[in-house]
Protein backbone atom coordinates (compact mmCIF):
# COMPACT_ATOMS: atom_id res chain seq x y z
CA UNK A 1 0.00 0.00 0.00
CA UNK A 2 1.92 2.90 -1.19
CA UNK A 3 -0.90 5.68 -2.41
CA UNK A 4 -1.51 8.56 0.98
CA UNK A 5 -5.18 7.64 0.25
CA UNK A 6 -4.96 4.21 0.68
CA UNK A 7 -4.66 4.66 4.10
CA UNK A 8 -8.01 5.47 6.45
CA UNK A 9 -5.67 8.01 7.86
CA UNK A 10 -2.61 10.36 8.13
CA UNK A 11 -2.11 9.99 11.01
CA UNK A 12 -2.96 7.56 14.03
CA UNK A 13 -1.92 8.53 17.41
CA UNK A 14 -2.00 6.10 20.87
CA UNK A 15 -2.88 8.18 24.02
CA UNK A 16 -4.44 11.34 23.94
CA UNK A 17 -2.06 13.00 26.29
CA UNK A 18 0.14 16.40 26.15
CA UNK A 19 2.05 15.55 23.45
CA UNK A 20 -0.28 13.04 21.66
CA UNK A 21 -2.95 15.83 21.82
CA UNK A 22 -0.57 18.90 20.42
CA UNK A 23 1.06 16.26 17.79
CA UNK A 24 -2.78 15.26 16.80
CA UNK A 25 -3.96 19.04 16.40
CA UNK A 26 -1.09 20.25 14.99
CA UNK A 27 -1.05 17.33 12.14
CA UNK A 28 -4.34 18.50 11.43
CA UNK A 29 -3.72 22.21 11.20
CA UNK A 30 -1.23 21.22 8.69
CA UNK A 31 -4.13 19.02 6.66
CA UNK A 32 -3.41 15.63 7.63
CA UNK A 33 -6.25 13.26 8.49
CA UNK A 34 -5.81 12.48 11.82
CA UNK A 35 -7.32 9.95 14.69
CA UNK A 36 -6.39 9.49 18.32
CA UNK A 37 -7.39 6.39 20.36
CA UNK A 38 -7.49 6.86 24.33
CA UNK A 39 -8.42 4.06 26.92
CA UNK A 40 -8.94 6.19 29.49
CA UNK A 41 -9.39 10.31 29.36
CA UNK A 42 -8.19 12.95 27.02
CA UNK A 43 -5.60 15.23 28.49
CA UNK A 44 -3.31 12.46 30.06
CA UNK A 45 -1.35 12.56 33.09
CA UNK A 46 -0.84 16.10 33.43
CA UNK A 47 -4.49 17.28 33.22
CA UNK A 48 -6.20 14.34 34.57
CA UNK A 49 -4.11 12.83 37.63
CA UNK A 50 -0.93 14.72 38.19
CA UNK A 51 0.82 18.54 37.47
CA UNK A 52 -2.80 20.43 37.24
CA UNK A 53 -4.80 18.70 40.52
CA UNK A 54 -1.49 18.41 42.25
CA UNK A 55 -1.14 21.84 41.89
CA UNK A 56 -4.27 22.37 43.00
CA UNK A 57 -3.88 20.70 46.25
CA UNK A 58 -0.99 22.49 46.48
CA UNK A 59 -2.65 25.85 46.36
CA UNK A 60 -5.56 24.28 48.53
CA UNK A 61 -2.99 22.74 50.96
CA UNK A 62 -1.21 26.86 51.21
CA UNK A 63 -4.38 28.15 53.35
CA UNK A 64 -2.94 26.41 56.32
CA UNK A 65 0.07 28.66 56.39
CA UNK A 66 -2.04 31.67 55.01
CA UNK A 67 -4.50 31.95 57.67
CA UNK A 68 -2.10 31.47 60.33
CA UNK A 69 0.05 34.65 58.65
CA UNK A 70 -3.45 36.70 58.67
CA UNK A 71 -3.57 37.11 62.45
CA UNK A 72 -0.02 38.95 61.91
CA UNK A 73 -2.18 41.06 59.29
CA UNK A 74 -4.68 42.12 61.77
CA UNK A 75 -7.12 39.68 60.25
CA UNK A 76 -9.79 38.13 62.58
CA UNK A 77 -9.83 34.38 61.42
CA UNK A 78 -12.30 31.84 63.73
CA UNK A 79 -13.14 28.75 63.57
CA UNK A 80 -11.02 27.11 60.37
CA UNK A 81 -11.32 24.13 59.60
CA UNK A 82 -10.40 21.56 56.00
CA UNK A 83 -12.79 19.79 54.60
CA UNK A 84 -11.08 17.31 51.98
CA UNK A 85 -14.10 16.07 50.18
CA UNK A 86 -15.09 20.35 49.10
CA UNK A 87 -11.38 20.18 47.75
CA UNK A 88 -11.06 17.35 45.99
CA UNK A 89 -14.70 17.45 44.64
CA UNK A 90 -13.40 21.21 42.99
CA UNK A 91 -10.44 19.28 41.77
CA UNK A 92 -12.17 17.14 40.01
CA UNK A 93 -14.55 19.77 38.74
CA UNK A 94 -11.51 21.35 37.31
CA UNK A 95 -10.18 17.94 35.95
CA UNK A 96 -13.67 17.66 34.21
CA UNK A 97 -13.51 21.10 32.81
CA UNK A 98 -10.37 20.67 31.64
CA UNK A 99 -10.85 16.84 29.78
CA UNK A 100 -13.68 18.48 27.93
CA UNK A 101 -11.42 22.07 26.74
CA UNK A 102 -9.31 19.35 25.36
CA UNK A 103 -11.92 17.00 23.79
CA UNK A 104 -13.26 20.08 22.24
CA UNK A 105 -9.48 21.33 21.05
CA UNK A 106 -9.55 18.62 19.11
CA UNK A 107 -13.50 18.34 17.47
CA UNK A 108 -12.41 22.15 16.35
CA UNK A 109 -9.46 20.34 14.57
CA UNK A 110 -11.51 17.40 13.17
CA UNK A 111 -9.33 14.77 14.51
CA UNK A 112 -11.21 11.88 15.01
CA UNK A 113 -11.44 10.41 18.58
CA UNK A 114 -11.63 6.34 19.43
CA UNK A 115 -12.46 6.61 23.38
CA UNK A 116 -10.69 2.38 23.75
CA UNK A 117 -7.78 0.94 23.67
CA UNK A 118 -5.74 0.91 20.50
CA UNK A 119 -2.54 -1.40 19.98
CA UNK A 120 -0.42 -1.76 17.27
CA UNK A 121 -0.97 -4.77 14.84
CA UNK A 122 1.93 -3.51 12.27
CA UNK A 123 4.04 -0.65 10.69
CA UNK A 124 0.59 1.01 9.69
CA UNK A 125 -1.76 -0.80 11.04
CA UNK A 126 -3.64 -0.74 14.52
CA UNK A 127 -6.05 -2.64 15.92
CA UNK A 128 -9.00 -1.09 18.44
CA UNK A 129 -9.83 -2.60 21.63
CA UNK A 130 -13.95 -2.83 19.75
CA UNK A 131 -11.77 -5.07 17.12
CA UNK A 132 -11.56 -2.74 14.09
CA UNK A 133 -8.16 -2.38 12.40
CA UNK A 134 -7.33 0.86 11.03
CA UNK A 135 -4.30 1.62 8.49
CA UNK A 136 -2.38 4.94 8.84
CA UNK A 137 0.50 6.46 7.25
CA UNK A 138 1.98 7.15 10.24
CA UNK A 139 1.40 5.98 13.67
CA UNK A 140 2.56 8.36 17.13
CA UNK A 141 2.65 6.27 20.07
CA UNK A 142 2.23 8.84 22.89
CA UNK A 143 0.62 6.64 25.86
CA UNK A 144 2.91 7.81 28.36
CA UNK A 145 4.33 6.18 31.43
CA UNK A 146 3.05 4.54 34.46
CA UNK A 147 3.50 4.65 38.19
CA UNK A 148 5.94 1.58 39.33
CA UNK A 149 4.51 -0.43 42.44
CA UNK A 150 7.89 -2.34 43.46
CA UNK A 151 7.31 -6.08 44.60
CA UNK A 152 6.46 -6.65 48.21
CA UNK A 153 3.70 -8.00 50.54
CA UNK A 154 0.71 -6.43 50.66
CA UNK A 155 1.47 -3.92 47.93
CA UNK A 156 -2.20 -4.08 46.95
CA UNK A 157 -3.26 -2.13 50.22
CA UNK A 158 -1.06 0.89 49.26
CA UNK A 159 -1.77 3.39 46.51
CA UNK A 160 -0.59 5.75 44.00
CA UNK A 161 -0.73 9.13 42.61
CA UNK A 162 -2.96 7.70 40.17
CA UNK A 163 -5.40 7.14 43.02
CA UNK A 164 -4.40 9.97 45.33
CA UNK A 165 -6.75 12.73 44.09
CA UNK A 166 -10.07 10.13 45.16
CA UNK A 167 -9.18 9.59 48.56
CA UNK A 168 -13.03 9.09 50.28
CA UNK A 169 -11.45 10.00 53.39
CA UNK A 170 -8.78 12.23 54.22
CA UNK A 171 -5.91 10.48 55.94
CA UNK A 172 -4.61 11.54 59.47
CA UNK A 173 -1.49 9.21 58.68
CA UNK A 174 -0.21 8.65 55.58
CA UNK A 175 3.41 6.92 54.44
CA UNK A 176 4.90 7.60 51.86
CA UNK A 177 7.54 5.40 49.57
CA UNK A 178 10.01 6.99 47.59
CA UNK A 179 11.46 10.77 48.27
CA UNK A 180 11.58 11.65 44.06
CA UNK A 181 9.10 14.44 42.79
CA UNK A 182 5.71 13.02 43.58
CA UNK A 183 6.65 11.74 46.97
CA UNK A 184 8.14 15.16 47.88
CA UNK A 185 5.27 17.19 46.48
CA UNK A 186 2.52 15.01 48.10
CA UNK A 187 4.51 14.91 51.56
CA UNK A 188 4.55 18.50 51.52
CA UNK A 189 0.30 18.68 50.61
CA UNK A 190 -0.62 16.15 53.28
CA UNK A 191 1.70 17.68 56.16
CA UNK A 192 0.41 21.44 55.73
CA UNK A 193 -3.58 20.34 55.43
CA UNK A 194 -2.83 18.36 58.55
CA UNK A 195 -1.65 14.62 58.31
CA UNK A 196 1.25 13.37 59.94
CA UNK A 197 3.54 12.44 56.94
CA UNK A 198 6.46 9.85 57.22
CA UNK A 199 9.02 9.44 54.13
CA UNK A 200 10.25 6.55 53.44
CA UNK A 201 13.45 5.79 50.95
CA UNK A 202 15.27 2.91 49.68
CA UNK A 203 18.84 5.52 50.00
CA UNK A 204 19.64 8.04 51.80
CA UNK A 205 18.49 11.39 49.93
CA UNK A 206 15.79 13.07 48.39
CA UNK A 207 15.69 14.66 44.96
CA UNK A 208 18.56 13.26 43.15
CA UNK A 209 18.76 15.22 40.49
CA UNK A 210 18.94 18.71 42.13
CA UNK A 211 21.61 20.57 43.59
CA UNK A 212 22.44 19.16 47.44
CA UNK A 213 22.39 22.65 48.92
CA UNK A 214 18.57 22.76 48.05
CA UNK A 215 17.89 19.25 48.61
CA UNK A 216 19.39 19.49 52.33
CA UNK A 217 17.70 22.89 52.89
CA UNK A 218 14.62 21.28 52.18
CA UNK A 219 15.11 18.58 54.43
CA UNK A 220 15.51 20.59 57.44
CA UNK A 221 12.95 23.02 56.60
CA UNK A 222 10.16 19.93 55.80
CA UNK A 223 11.69 18.12 58.84
CA UNK A 224 10.81 21.39 61.24
CA UNK A 225 7.83 21.14 59.25
CA UNK A 226 7.02 17.97 61.24
CA UNK A 227 7.98 15.39 58.29
CA UNK A 228 9.39 12.50 59.23
CA UNK A 229 12.00 10.38 57.40
CA UNK A 230 12.97 6.89 57.12
CA UNK A 231 16.21 6.49 54.92
CA UNK A 232 18.24 3.14 53.81
CA UNK A 233 14.75 1.77 54.50
CA UNK A 234 13.30 -0.28 51.63
CA UNK A 235 9.45 -1.50 52.68
CA UNK A 236 9.42 -5.26 53.73
CA UNK A 237 5.91 -5.93 53.95
CA UNK A 238 2.57 -3.85 54.56
CA UNK A 239 -0.63 -5.29 56.64
CA UNK A 240 -3.88 -4.61 56.81
CA UNK A 241 -5.85 -4.73 60.69
CA UNK A 242 -8.99 -5.67 60.84
CA UNK A 243 -9.51 -2.01 61.87
CA UNK A 244 -8.63 -0.93 58.63
CA UNK A 245 -5.32 0.71 59.36
CA UNK A 246 -1.97 0.05 57.85
CA UNK A 247 1.32 -1.31 59.27
CA UNK A 248 4.13 -0.49 57.13
CA UNK A 249 6.94 -2.86 57.64
CA UNK A 250 10.75 -1.53 56.94
CA UNK A 251 13.32 -3.84 56.52
CA UNK A 252 16.09 -3.86 59.96
CA UNK A 253 13.10 -1.72 61.73
CA UNK A 254 11.79 -3.48 64.61
CA UNK A 255 7.78 -1.60 64.96
CA UNK A 256 5.68 -0.91 61.77
CA UNK A 257 4.80 2.93 61.06
CA UNK A 258 0.66 2.86 61.07
CA UNK A 259 -1.17 4.59 58.60
CA UNK A 260 -4.17 5.31 57.02
CA UNK A 261 -2.65 5.40 53.67
CA UNK A 262 0.39 4.28 52.16
CA UNK A 263 1.49 6.40 48.61
CA UNK A 264 3.84 4.37 46.73
CA UNK A 265 5.64 7.03 44.49
CA UNK A 266 8.76 5.13 42.96
CA UNK A 267 8.86 6.17 39.24
CA UNK A 268 7.06 5.96 36.39
CA UNK A 269 7.61 3.35 33.83
CA UNK A 270 6.74 3.69 30.01
CA UNK A 271 3.91 2.55 29.22
CA UNK A 272 4.48 -0.20 26.46
CA UNK A 273 3.43 -3.00 27.59
CA UNK A 274 1.04 -5.06 25.50
CA UNK A 275 0.74 -2.71 22.89
CA UNK A 276 1.89 -4.61 20.08
CA UNK A 277 4.95 -2.58 19.00
CA UNK A 278 7.20 -5.94 18.38
CA UNK A 279 4.65 -6.70 15.02
CA UNK A 280 6.36 -3.57 13.81
CA UNK A 281 9.68 -4.53 14.79
CA UNK A 282 9.77 -1.04 17.23
CA UNK A 283 12.60 -1.84 19.29
CA UNK A 284 12.35 -0.97 23.53
CA UNK A 285 15.11 0.27 25.73
CA UNK A 286 15.88 -1.41 29.00
CA UNK A 287 12.71 -0.13 31.15
CA UNK A 288 10.65 -0.51 28.37
CA UNK A 289 11.10 2.96 26.89
CA UNK A 290 10.62 3.94 23.11
CA UNK A 291 13.89 4.22 21.31
CA UNK A 292 13.81 7.37 19.64
CA UNK A 293 16.02 9.22 17.01
CA UNK A 294 16.49 13.05 17.07
CA UNK A 295 13.42 13.03 15.27
CA UNK A 296 11.03 11.09 16.99
CA UNK A 297 11.45 8.21 14.66
CA UNK A 298 11.29 4.85 16.06
CA UNK A 299 13.13 2.12 14.42
CA UNK A 300 10.06 1.27 12.31
CA UNK A 301 10.06 4.26 10.18
CA UNK A 302 6.04 4.76 10.05
CA UNK A 303 6.03 5.10 14.06
CA UNK A 304 7.06 7.57 15.88
CA UNK A 305 7.08 8.24 19.55
CA UNK A 306 6.96 11.47 22.02
CA UNK A 307 6.35 12.41 25.92
CA UNK A 308 7.30 10.01 28.78
CA UNK A 309 6.57 6.73 27.12
CA UNK A 310 10.41 7.86 25.27
CA UNK A 311 11.69 8.30 28.77
CA UNK A 312 13.52 10.84 27.89
CA UNK A 313 12.78 13.70 30.37
CA UNK A 314 9.75 12.93 31.84
CA UNK A 315 7.91 16.67 32.17
CA UNK A 316 5.22 18.05 30.01
CA UNK A 317 6.34 20.55 28.57
CA UNK A 318 9.14 18.61 27.05
CA UNK A 319 6.09 15.77 25.35
CA UNK A 320 4.61 19.45 24.25
CA UNK A 321 7.03 20.33 22.30
CA UNK A 322 7.97 16.74 21.30
CA UNK A 323 4.38 16.29 19.61
CA UNK A 324 4.52 19.67 18.23
CA UNK A 325 7.84 19.14 16.38
CA UNK A 326 6.88 15.99 15.28
CA UNK A 327 3.62 17.27 13.46
CA UNK A 328 5.36 20.05 12.32
CA UNK A 329 7.97 18.46 10.74
CA UNK A 330 6.05 15.61 9.49
CA UNK A 331 3.05 17.41 8.09
CA UNK A 332 4.12 20.83 8.09
CA UNK A 333 7.89 20.26 6.18
CA UNK A 334 9.36 22.31 8.78
CA UNK A 335 12.93 21.22 9.83
CA UNK A 336 12.61 21.41 13.56
CA UNK A 337 14.83 19.71 16.16
CA UNK A 338 14.64 19.58 19.99
CA UNK A 339 17.31 21.39 22.35
CA UNK A 340 16.94 19.50 25.34
CA UNK A 341 19.69 21.85 26.89
CA UNK A 342 19.02 24.18 29.72
CA UNK A 343 14.98 22.81 30.72
CA UNK A 344 14.26 24.77 34.00
CA UNK A 345 12.13 22.01 36.57
CA UNK A 346 10.60 22.38 39.64
CA UNK A 347 9.64 20.43 42.59
CA UNK A 348 6.10 21.74 44.21
CA UNK A 349 7.28 20.99 47.66
CA UNK A 350 6.69 23.13 50.29
CA UNK A 351 8.61 25.34 50.16
CA UNK A 352 9.31 24.67 46.50
CA UNK A 353 12.15 23.76 44.41
CA UNK A 354 13.07 25.22 41.22
CA UNK A 355 16.36 24.67 38.56
CA UNK A 356 18.02 25.22 35.68
CA UNK A 357 21.30 23.93 34.15
CA UNK A 358 23.86 21.45 35.93
CA UNK A 359 23.97 21.13 39.79
CA UNK A 360 27.25 22.28 41.36
CA UNK A 361 28.54 18.48 41.11
CA UNK A 362 27.75 18.43 37.90
CA UNK A 363 29.31 21.51 36.79
CA UNK A 364 32.17 20.93 38.27
CA UNK A 365 32.76 17.84 36.72
CA UNK A 366 32.08 19.28 33.23
CA UNK A 367 33.77 22.79 33.19
CA UNK A 368 36.53 21.85 35.99
CA UNK A 369 36.70 25.85 36.32
CA UNK A 370 33.40 27.03 37.84
CA UNK A 371 32.51 30.01 40.49
CA UNK A 372 29.79 29.54 42.79
CA UNK A 373 27.37 32.36 44.11
CA UNK A 374 24.93 32.17 46.50
CA UNK A 375 22.05 34.24 48.36
CA UNK A 376 21.23 32.71 51.87
CA UNK A 377 17.92 34.89 52.74
CA UNK A 378 15.17 35.26 54.91
CA UNK A 379 12.22 35.98 52.86
CA UNK A 380 10.51 39.13 54.53
CA UNK A 381 6.82 37.02 54.16
CA UNK A 382 8.51 34.54 56.39
CA UNK A 383 9.86 37.43 59.20
CA UNK A 384 6.36 38.59 59.38
CA UNK A 385 5.02 35.18 60.00
CA UNK A 386 7.58 33.99 62.79
CA UNK A 387 8.92 31.68 60.24
CA UNK A 388 12.63 30.92 60.64
CA UNK A 389 12.46 29.09 56.96
CA UNK A 390 15.59 30.45 55.04
CA UNK A 391 15.55 30.56 50.88
CA UNK A 392 18.67 29.75 48.94
CA UNK A 393 19.50 30.94 45.94
CA UNK A 394 22.69 29.20 43.98
CA UNK A 395 24.15 30.45 40.74
CA UNK A 396 26.81 28.49 38.77
CA UNK A 397 28.96 30.41 36.37
CA UNK A 398 31.83 29.17 33.91
CA UNK A 399 35.00 30.75 35.39
CA UNK A 400 36.49 31.13 32.26
CA UNK A 401 33.88 33.10 30.29
CA UNK A 402 31.31 34.23 33.04
CA UNK A 403 28.39 32.67 31.56
CA UNK A 404 25.96 31.66 33.69
CA UNK A 405 25.48 28.29 33.89
CA UNK A 406 22.76 27.18 36.31
CA UNK A 407 20.25 28.72 38.73
CA UNK A 408 19.09 26.97 42.02
CA UNK A 409 16.61 28.18 43.90
CA UNK A 410 14.40 26.91 47.17
CA UNK A 411 12.00 29.62 48.78
CA UNK A 412 8.79 30.60 48.23
CA UNK A 413 7.54 31.20 44.31
CA UNK A 414 10.91 29.95 43.24
CA UNK A 415 9.15 28.00 40.05
CA UNK A 416 7.43 31.46 39.03
CA UNK A 417 11.01 33.29 39.38
CA UNK A 418 12.85 30.67 37.79
CA UNK A 419 10.82 30.29 34.99
CA UNK A 420 11.93 33.84 34.11
CA UNK A 421 15.48 33.37 35.02
CA UNK A 422 16.11 30.33 32.74
CA UNK A 423 15.53 32.55 29.89
CA UNK A 424 18.60 34.64 30.74
CA UNK A 425 20.67 31.09 31.24
CA UNK A 426 19.01 29.62 27.80
CA UNK A 427 20.43 32.95 26.07
CA UNK A 428 23.95 32.18 27.41
CA UNK A 429 23.87 35.49 29.81
CA UNK A 430 27.15 36.11 31.85
CA UNK A 431 26.88 37.51 35.94
CA UNK A 432 28.08 40.69 34.78
CA UNK A 433 24.95 40.99 32.80
CA UNK A 434 22.84 39.94 35.76
CA UNK A 435 24.87 42.31 37.98
CA UNK A 436 24.06 44.72 35.93
CA UNK A 437 20.49 44.87 36.35
CA UNK A 438 19.10 46.83 38.91
CA UNK A 439 17.28 44.62 41.33
CA UNK A 440 13.39 44.99 42.14
CA UNK A 441 12.70 45.52 45.44
CA UNK A 442 11.64 44.61 47.64
CA UNK A 443 11.08 40.72 45.87
CA UNK A 444 12.73 38.03 46.78
CA UNK A 445 13.87 37.56 42.86
CA UNK A 446 15.82 40.43 43.58
CA UNK A 447 18.41 37.83 44.89
CA UNK A 448 19.15 36.67 41.29
CA UNK A 449 21.31 40.12 40.81
CA UNK A 450 22.41 40.49 43.97
CA UNK A 451 24.31 37.29 44.57
CA UNK A 452 27.78 37.55 46.40
P1 LIG B 1 11.29 10.04 40.89
O1 LIG B 1 12.15 9.39 39.89
O2 LIG B 1 11.29 11.51 41.02
O3 LIG B 1 11.66 9.45 42.34
C1 LIG B 1 11.61 8.07 42.57
C2 LIG B 1 11.90 7.80 44.03
O4 LIG B 1 11.62 6.45 44.31
C3 LIG B 1 13.35 8.04 44.40
O5 LIG B 1 13.39 8.51 45.72
C4 LIG B 1 13.95 6.65 44.28
O6 LIG B 1 15.02 6.44 45.19
C5 LIG B 1 12.80 5.75 44.70
N1 LIG B 1 12.77 4.47 44.01
C6 LIG B 1 12.98 4.26 42.68
N2 LIG B 1 12.81 2.94 42.40
C7 LIG B 1 12.50 2.33 43.56
C8 LIG B 1 12.22 0.98 43.91
N3 LIG B 1 12.23 0.01 43.00
N4 LIG B 1 11.94 0.71 45.21
C9 LIG B 1 11.93 1.67 46.13
N5 LIG B 1 12.19 2.97 45.85
C10 LIG B 1 12.47 3.29 44.58
O7 LIG B 1 9.82 9.45 40.62
P2 LIG B 1 8.36 9.99 40.95
O8 LIG B 1 7.52 8.77 40.98
O9 LIG B 1 8.35 10.89 42.12
O10 LIG B 1 7.99 10.85 39.68
C11 LIG B 1 8.05 10.26 38.37
C12 LIG B 1 8.40 11.30 37.34
O11 LIG B 1 7.30 12.15 37.13
C13 LIG B 1 9.55 12.23 37.76
O12 LIG B 1 10.78 11.71 37.40
C14 LIG B 1 9.23 13.49 37.00
O13 LIG B 1 9.85 13.45 35.75
C15 LIG B 1 7.72 13.45 36.83
N6 LIG B 1 7.09 14.41 37.76
C16 LIG B 1 7.39 15.74 37.62
C17 LIG B 1 6.85 16.67 38.47
C18 LIG B 1 7.22 18.10 38.32
O14 LIG B 1 7.74 18.46 37.27
N7 LIG B 1 7.01 18.94 39.32
C19 LIG B 1 5.91 16.28 39.53
C20 LIG B 1 5.67 14.88 39.60
C21 LIG B 1 6.24 13.98 38.73
P3 LIG B 1 16.53 7.00 44.98
O15 LIG B 1 16.72 8.03 46.02
O16 LIG B 1 17.36 5.80 45.21
O17 LIG B 1 16.62 7.54 43.60
Known amino acids: MTDDANYDYDLFVIGAGSGGVRASRVAASHGARVAVAEEFRVGGTCVIR ?116 HLEKFPRRVVISGAGYIAMEFAGIFNALGSHVTVVNRSETILRSYDEALRDRLLQITMARGIQYRFNCPFEKVVKRDDGLLEVWLKGQIDPILADQVLIATGRRPKTDGLGLETAGVKLGQSGEILVDDHAQTSCPSISAVGDVTNRVQLTPVAIREGQAFADRVFGGKHVTIDYSCIPSAVFSQPPLAGVGPTEGQARNKYGSIKVYSSDFRPMKNIFGHRPERGLYKMIVDAATDRVLAIHMIGPEAPEILQAAAIAVKAGLTKADFDATVALHPSMAEELVLMK
Open 50 to 165: GCVPKKLLVYGSHFAEELQDAANYGWTVENTKFDWPTLRDAVLRDVDRLNAAYTSTLETHKVERFLERAVVTGPHSVRLASGREITAKHILVSTGAWPVMPEFEGAEHCITSNEVF
